[in-house]
């Protein structure tokens, strides 16, 4: 048996202090949150408090101390902009308004139906089980389960069957449903008359979805018996019905369609750019002098200070260097923010005039870290999250990066511009015969522009754009 012996082994660890986290974590947040981690911050620490007016920060005292919580730039203060404001200006609120939910307004309509006390309940409980594109996904059996333990019914599948058609009746149309075969037959049995067209679009969704999703329009119309113009007209039916219900209701709060507050704000005029940071809703914040008052107050006292004196004045020290490293952060914050956005801007400078695509230079996340002299972990937290405004629209900084690829010019084009031009290729091609990824890497070879089939997918899906079988039409 081996012997177990101490010994002292000396290593060298790079560890990151409280303040270098902090900085991080501020770093990574946009301007909405960072106003939310500000007011966080002075709900927390009793030191800090928001900067009240220039005319008050004139009349503050400055005043030298015995110790370094006296000095006036150890009690540092951070305003994110100048009050330019006269006293007979008035602040007019914006007052929002949020109308009925979705699932409000469902359950408001199912009031008007003729049901019982017990079937208003699971039909309640069916409601708050549909998505917010419209549909249930849940199976009955399982909510039957949900609802014996939550609410003490005991139902059956049948019943909450019997429930959820009387849900099928309430707008939008096809609300409720739990496959898309569903969704588009409610909507076409909704429909007050039925043409030739229709009652055949109604057929094809019944009897032969499958074929249909996957566009073997040959197949069906050799199955079904009808010309090319006869099965057009029922697949225009079909396209004219929504796949997601729920997005029909737009009266209430639309979550997929969030507000982007910019975090830059950049203006080009006469040729001159001028950038700024948007920090608007984020309060100026200082250190609180009236603590540093309590300290002094107490330590004049020397030697007549007692144990509890002495703990108070540890605890607002502490209160004060937390204080201290929070707005040095924000500062720092504020400075790497800005300095790595000029760097975007010099480097995308032609971009920025007009915005037009193909005028994006490739750029890297070591390109701007090279140009910063910062750390490309530091540029990808700056990136993340975060929009510059434009005369041209909101734009997220992650958009402005993109790959280098080279053609047989030795020139180097941006990512973006190959998209743009597969974008373009699939505008014009033949919708009766699309073309395919093999095709698509043909032509760009063509136009000097070497990239494999599999990247043609890459970018093919970036864009949103289905493959060749699925952008077939009549």
């Known amino acids: 048996m081996s012997n177990i012996n101490q010994r002292q082994v000396q290593k060298l660890l790079q560890k990151l202090s409280p303040q270098q986290i902090q900085m991080i974590k501020l770093l990574e947040l946009p301007a909405v949150q960072l106003e939310q981690r500000v007011k966080q911050e002075i709900e927390e620490n009793p ?18 101390s015995v110790e370094e919580y006296f000095a006036e730039d150890d009690t540092p203060r951070y305003k994110y902009h100048a009050n330019n404001y006269s006293k007979d200006d008035q ?6 308004t949020e109308g009925m939910s979705f699932h409000e307004n469902l359950i408001e309509q199912l009031g008007f139906k003729n049901l019982s006390p017990r079937e208003m309940t699971l039909g309640q409980y069916l409601i708050g089980s549909i998505d917010d594109d419209g549909y249930l996904r849940r199976s009955l059996s399982s909510i039957a389960d949900d609802i014996a333990f939550s609410l003490g019914i005991e139902t059956t599948e049948q019943e909450l069957e019997s429930v959820l058609k009387v849900i099928h009746e309430l707008e939008p149309t096809g609300v409720g449903s739990r496959n898309l075969q569903e969704c588009l037959l409610l909507q076409m049995h909704a429909m007050p008359q039925h043409s030739e067209a229709q009652k055949l679009a109604m057929k094809i969704l019944t009897n032969y979805f499958d074929e249909f999703t996957k566009k073997h329009y040959e197949k069906l119309m050799s199955r079904l018996s009808v010309g090319e113009d006869e099965f057009r007209d029922a697949i225009e039916e079909i396209v004219r019905l929504s796949p997601k219900p729920g997005n029909l209701y737009s009266d209430g709060k639309n979550d997929n369609q969030p507000y ?14 001028e950038l700024s940071l948007n920090s608007s809703n984020i309060p100026d914040i200082k ?9 002094r107050e107490m330590a004049t006292r020397g030697g007549q200070s007692t144990e509890a004196d002495r703990e108070a004045i540890q605890f607002v020290k502490n209160k004060i260097d937390s204080a201290k490293w929070f707005i040095s952060a924000i500062k720092q914050r504020h400075d790497t923010l800005m300095h790595t956005m000029q760097a975007i801007l010099d480097y995308q400078r032609e971009y920025f005039i007009d915005g037009d695509q ?5 750029m890297i996340l070591k390109d701007i870290a090279d140009a910063t002299n910062l750390d490309v972990s530091t540029i ?13 629209g909101i734009i997220p900084l992650k958009r402005l990066f993109s790959e280098a690829m080279q053609t047989d010019s030795g020139e180097e084009v941006s990512s ?19 073309l395919t990824d093999e095709v698509l890497m043909d032509i760009l070879n063509a136009k000097g522009y070497h990239i494999a089939r599999r990247t043609v997918a890459k970018y093919r899906e970036m864009l949103g754009i289905p493959v060749a079988r699925l952008r077939k039409q009549l």
């Not at 602040?91 to 929002?96: A, I, N, T």
């Not at 975090?263 to 080009?268: Q, R």
Request: proline residues 5%.
């Open 47 to 64: 030191v800090l408090e928001e900067e009240a007016t220039e005319e008050n920060d004139e009349q503050q005292t400055k005043e030298v």
């Open 91 to 96: 602040k007019r609120p914006v007052y929002l």
């Open 260 to 273: 982007i507050i910019p975090d830059f704000t950049l203006d080009y005029q006469n040729g001159i750019f």
């Open 287 to 295: 250190v609180n002098r009236r603590y540093v008052e309590m300290i």
């Open 358 to 362: 193909s005028k994006l230079r490739p």
């Open 380 to 392: 990808s937290r700056v990136v993340n999250s975060k929009y510059v405004q434009t005369q041209f």
């Open 416 to 434: 973006y511009e190959i998209k743009n031009l597969l974008s373009e290729c699939i505008d014009k091609e033949d919708k009766r015969k699309p």
